[in-house]
């Protein structure tokens, strides 16, 4: 039992403890996990990427072996109506590029005129159906813009495709 004499020593001791406990907390959620491999992505304009695709007069294959199986990331990407038809399924449209998602969870947290970071592996064309002019991207994460920094140090684009 406290008595008198010791009860502004035990709740200053309370307050120091507090604010000692909540300093220890993270200020901000820390940012979400993204395997390794991403982080060796490429910056890419999606609209661009599409365009090297189909402006080749006709080669689809000069480009497949280009831009295929790579990590790229599309940073600071509008959320919009069209952006998110298809998030049932488990993608997203980014322009002509379907990105099927890891974690399509997360983009339910974001509403028409946010912005996200998308990241993902360009699988390239669908062969099926040439005449759509789609790309598909699988494995692809949703990030809040900007909180993980990709591509990382010394990694950039390829010239043209920002």
């Known amino acids: ?29 820390p940012p979400p996990y993204i395997p390794s491999g991403y982080y060796e992505c490429i910056e890419v304009n999606p609209p661009i990427l599409v365009g090297w695709y189909w402006g080749g007069y006709g080669d689809i294959w ?26 049932e399924n488990g993608w997203i449209w980014l322009d002509y590029v379907r990105c099927e998602l890891v974690n399509p969870e997360e983009m339910s947290k974001y509403k028409m005129g946010d912005r996200i970071d998308v990241v ?20 692809c994460y949703v ?12 990694n950039g684009g390829i010239d043209g495709i920002y």
């Open 62 to 87: 000069t480009p497949i072996g280009l831009y295929n199986d790579r990590y790229y990331v599309f940073k600071d990407v509008l959320v919009q109506e069209w952006t998110i038809q298809d998030l």
């Open 143 to 154: 990030l809040p813009p900007g909180v993980i920094q990709l591509p990382s140090e010394g």
């Open 120 to 139: 993902g592996f360009n699988t390239g064309p669908n062969m099926d159906d040439l005449r759509n002019k789609m790309l598909i991207f699988t494995g």
């Open 1 to 29: 039992m406290i008595t008198k004499k010791f009860l502004p020593v035990a709740v200053a001791a309370i307050i120091v403890a507090t604010g000692v406990i909540t300093s220890c907390r993270p200020k901000f959620a």
